[in-house]
C-alpha cells in the first residue's frame, strides 16, 4: 500500500506531500490542475519512464519519494533480499531523481537501484489503469496470463510441468536443427574440442604454478649471483682478507661494557650494541645455511623452461592466464560432453524429440482443457459483471484459436485473446479493436472486480477510467471501483460525483499562480467541504442549497 509520497519540482507542483488512508482515495479537481502529475509521480516511483521535460521551469532536477507498506508475499520479499534491499520493518521507501543532465539516481531502502530493476519491484506495489490506457486489456498477448490467473493452482501447476518439458524440448529441438544443419560444421566442431580439451588435459595445469616455475627458474638462471652474495655476507661478518665484523662489533661492545661503571647511561648502548651482534650473528649464520643448501642444476633449468613454454604456448591459444585457461577447458568440456551425448546420429535425436513431443502434446493438451473450463466460468462471471455495468446485452468471450498440431510456445498450445460483442447483430470481434474506450473502462472494471481478491498488486490506480459515462452507468462504476477497493487500496482521479462519493477519502486538487509560476495545491477534505466539491462537481460554478442536499444524500448513500 502507498502511505505517502513526496514530489519536488515536477512540472507545475513546486513541493508537495501528500499521505494515503486504505481503501479508497479519490483526487478531483478542474482539468489541468495536476491530479494526472501526481499519478505521473507514482508511476516514476515504480518504473515509469522518466524525462527531463517532466522537471519544474528553474530547477536543475526533480524528486519524488514513496513510502510503501510491504505486500504480504513470500516471492517478493525473497526478490528483495535477492537484491541486497533490507525491509525489516515491513516498510519500502523508494526515491528517485531525474537531473537536467540526464543523470537518473534511484534508490529502495538506500540501496542504489537501476530503472529495470524498479519496475521489477514496482509492478507488484502498483497497478495503474488509465483512461486510455487499459493496458492487459489492449495487448492480447496478456490475455492468456490473465486468464491463468483467474484459472488458479490448478492451471498453474499443470503450466509448471509443460515448461519443465518444454525446455527440454526446446534445447533438444535446437541441437537436432543445428546438427542437421550443417553436418560437416558439427564434426569439425566436435574434432576441434577433442583435440582442444586433450591438449588442455595433458598439460594438467595448476592454479599457482606458473609462478613458482618462474621464481625457481630465476633462482637457477643468477646462480652464481646468488652464491657470490652469500659468500660475500658470509666473509664480511665472519671472516676474510680484513678483520670480521662481527669481531670489531664485539671489541667495540666490550669496550662499551667497560664504561657502564662510570655511568650508568651507557648501559643501553651496550644493550643495543649487543642485539645489534646477535642480529648480524643470525645473518651471518642463515647465509650460512642458504649457501650451504645452494645448488645449480642444469636439468632442473631445462625441464622448468620446457614447462613454461607450453604453458606460454596454451596462454597464447586460450587465454592469457593459466586461469583463463582453466575456465576455457572447463567450458569446452562441458560442451563437448554435450556434443558427445548426441554424437551417436540424428535419427536417434530426432527419435528422442518424437518422444517428448508427445508427451508436451499430452500435457499441452491437459493444461488447454483445464484453461477451456476456466474460461467458461470467467464468461459467465463477465457478463454479471457487466449486466451490472449496463452492458447486459454484450458478449464476452476467450476466444482460443487453431493452432497447427506440435506448435508449442512457452505458455503452452493455446493462442488466446479477448473477444466481445457489444451490441445484438453485430459482429463478435477481438476487444482491443472494437470496444469504444468506455465499454474497454467497463469490461476492465469487471475484470477488476473479479481478479479484486486474487490480485497480487497492494495499489490500484484509476485514472479518469469513468470518462465519458454518466447517469447509473456512473453509479455502477462506483460500485464496482468501491468493491475493488475492499481488497486493495484503490486511488481514482474522477470527475463523477457518483465515483468521488464512495471514497473514504478526498483530495482537492488545485492550481494557482503566485509571482507569474503556477503551483499546484491539495486539499485533504472533511465532510463539509465534501459536500461543497461534489456539489462543484454536479452543478459546476453555480451551487444551490439543493444541490448541497444532492450531494449530502449521495455521500450518505454511499456510506450506508
Known amino acids: 500500500m502507498l502511505q505517502e509520497i513526496t514530489i519536488d519540482n515536477l512540472a507545475i507542483i513546486d513541493h508537495l506531500t501528500l499521505a494515503f488512508g486504505e481503501n479508497m482515495t479519490v483526487l478531483t479537481g478542474e482539468t489541468g490542475a495536476g491530479k494526472s502529475i501526481i499519478i505521473d509521480a507514482v508511476g516514476l516511483l515504480v518504473g515509469g519512464r522518466g524525462s527531463q521535460e517532466l522537471i519544474r521551469k528553474g530547477a536543475d532536477k526533480l524528486e519524488v519519494q514513496g513510502q510503501f507498506s510491504l505486500p504480504d508475499d513470500t516471492a517478493y520479499l525473497e526478490l528483495l533480499d535477492e537484491l541486497g534491499i533490507d525491509h525489516s520493518d515491513n516498510t519500502l521507501i523508494i526515491s528517485r531523481e531525474i537531473h537536467r543532465n540526464g543523470r537518473n539516481t534511484i534508490r529502495a531502502n538506500g540501496t542504489l537501484i537501476n530503472t529495470t530493476l524498479l519496475r521489477k519491484i514496482g509492478a507488484p506495489l502498483v497497478d495503474i489503469q488509465g483512461q486510455n490506457d487499459t493496458q492487459q486489456l489492449l495487448q492480447p498477448e496478456q490475455h492468456l496470463p490473465m486468464l491463468d490467473h483467474f484459472a488458479g493452482a490448478k492451471v498453474a501447476s499443470l503450466l509448471q510441468k509443460y515448461q519443465e518439458l518444454y525446455n527440454q524440448y526446446r534445447k533438444l529441438k535446437q541441437t537436432l536443427d543445428k546438427k542437421q544443419a550443417n553436418e560437416q560444421q558439427w564434426a569439425q566442431r566436435l574434432d576441434m574440442l577433442r583435440y582442444q580439451v586433450k591438449e588442455i588435459g595433458d598439460a594438467d595445469l595448476k592454479s599457482n604454478e606458473e609462478e613458482a616455475l618462474i621464481s625457481e627458474r630465476d633462482r637457477l638462471e643468477n646462480f652464481q649471483q646468488i652464491q657470490h652474495t652469500l659468500q660475500l655476507v658470509g666473509a664480511t661478518l665472519n671472516g676474510g682478507e680484513n678483520t670480521p665484523v662481527l669481531d670489531q662489533l664485539a671489541n667495540v661492545m666490550n669496550s662499551v661494557n667497560e664504561i657502564v661503571q662510570f655511568d650508568d647511561s651507557y648501559a643501553d648502548l651496550g644493550k643495543e650494541l649487543e642485539d645489534a651482534y646477535y642480529s648480524l650473528q643470525d645473518v651471518a649464520n642463515l647465509a650460512s645455511h642458504e649457501l650451504d643448501g645452494l645448488e645449480f642444476d642444469d636439468e632442473r633449468l631445462s625441464e622448468i623452461n620446457t614447462r613454461l613454454d607450453l604453458i606460454n604456448d596454451l596462454e597464447h591459444k586460450y587465454g592469457d592466464t593459466v586461469a583463463d585457461v582453466l575456465s576455457y577447458y572447463s567450458k569446452i568440456s562441458n560442451e563437448l560432453a554435450e556434443m558427445e551425448g548426441t554424437v551417436d546420429s540424428s535419427d536417434d535425436l530426432a527419435k528422442q524429440l518424437d518422444s517428448i513431443t508427445e508427451r508436451l502434446t499430452t500435457i499441452g493438451e491437459q493444461l488447454s482443457s483445464q484453461r477451456k473450463h476456466a474460461a467458461q466460468d470467467l464468461e459467465k462471471r463477465v457478463h454479471k459483471e457487466l449486466a451490472a455495468l449496463y452492458m447486459d446485452k454484450a458478449v464476452f468471450k476467450v476466444h482460443f484459436a487453431k493452432v497447427p498440431v506440435h506448435t508449442f510456445t512457452p505458455m503452452g498450445i493455446d493462442d488466446v485473446e479477448f473477444y466481445i460483442q457489444t451490441n445484438p447483430g453485430e459482429r463478435m470481434g477481438a476487444l482491443a479493436k472494437i470496444a469504444s474506450g468506455g465499454e474497454l473502462s467497463r469490461v476492465m472494471l469487471a475484470l477488476k472486480t473479479i481478479f479484486a481478491t486474487k490480485t497480487d498488486v497492494t495499489s490500484i490506480i484509476f485514472d479518469e477510467v469513468d470518462t465519458g459515462v454518466s447517469g447509473r452507468v456512473a453509479q455502477s462504476i462506483a460500485d464496482k471501483i468501491k468493491v475493488i477497493a475492499d481488497h486493495s487500496q484503490v486511488l481514482c482521479i474522477t470527475h463523477l460525483p457518483q465515483v468521488a462519493a464512495v471514497a473514504q477519502h478526498q483530495f482537492l486538487i488545485k492550481k494557482a499562480v503566485h509571482d507569474n509560476r503556477t503551483t499546484t495545491t491539495v486539499t485533504n ?36
Open 525 to 560: 477534505l472533511n465532510h463539509d467541504e465534501r459536500v461543497n466539491e461534489l456539489s462543484r462537481m454536479l452543478a459546476g460554478e453555480k451551487i444551490t442549497k439543493l444541490t448541497k442536499e444532492h450531494a449530502s444524500e449521495l455521500l450518505k448513500m454511499a456510506h450506508e
